[in-house]
């Protein structure tokens, strides 16, 4: 089982309905984020929590809403989803110990199509 | 946070080394830098990281400059499974990491 699993995978919807991805790790990190992907302009940071409690917005975080349900949860919500949203988007975690110097783990994506 | 530069696109062709550059002149001095790649359809990948040193792994190499304004992400024999975006992130303890647009490589037979 991957480490970082994001649900749905592929998501397909209307203009104004409310979307919810969803993410879970079982890494064991505090830290999570969640991150845009469009053709041409790389990976753009939405939200990111250090942890349960923290949460911080990111480079493009109009539009969107994050809840950080438990160390391993971190859900994106779109309120009112709009066709400029339509993206591949991926979570990640990290963590910074002793032995660890904040690499990244990305989970597979979700692709999301708003007509 | 440290921005980012790298080439659009670089080509290579197999069994070739490939240097993949990229400069970071405003990264802090106690930042780690990470290389990922990205393979089609996948999320991307850890590659390697480094501080100071240089650093071997089995995937790649990683050349720091002294100054650690640029970092060189060295395949030392391409293959086809190695086309990919590759992404260098200066930002490692930050939190607030943003890629760049990365470098897409292309891998010739």
């Known amino acids: 089982d991957a480490d970082v699993t994001q649900t749905p995978r592929n998501r397909i919807t209307k203009t104004g309905k409310r979307i919810m991805l969803e993410c879970s790790q079982t890494?064991?990190?505090?830290?999570m984020y969640w991150y845009r992907q469009d053709p041409g302009l790389g990976l753009r940071l939405i939200y990111y929590?250090?942890?349960?409690?923290?949460?911080n917005k990111g480079e493009i975080s109009d539009g969107y809403s994050v809840s950080r349900q438990a160390q391993a949860k971190f859900s994106l919500s779109l309120e009112s989803a709009i066709p400029n949203q339509t993206a591949l988007y991926f979570c990640?975690?990290?963590?910074?110990?002793?032995?660890?110097?904040?690499?990244?783990?990305f989970g597979e994506g979700s692709r999301l199509t708003v007509l | 946070d440290a921005k980012t530069t790298q080439p659009n696109s670089m080509e290579s062709n197999e069994e070739e080394p490939v240097h993949l550059p990229c400069n970071h002149s405003t990264i802090s001095g106690t930042d780690y830098i990470h290389w990922y790649r990205q393979l089609p359809s996948q999320g991307p990948e850890y590659v390697i990281h480094g501080l100071t040193s240089n650093v071997n792994n089995r995937m790649a190499s990683l050349a720091i400059a002294e100054d650690r304004k640029s970092s060189t992400l060295i395949l030392h024999r391409a293959t086809l499974r190695d086309a990919a975006v590759y992404y260098c992130d200066p930002g490692g303890s930050q939190g607030n990491l943003i890629f760049g647009k990365g470098t897409k490589l292309s891998v010739k037979p």
């Open positions: 929590s250090f942890d349960v409690k923290d949460i």
């Open positions: 890494k064991g990190h505090d830290r």
């Open positions: 990640a975690t990290s963590d910074l110990g002793r032995e660890n110097t904040g690499e990244l783990f």
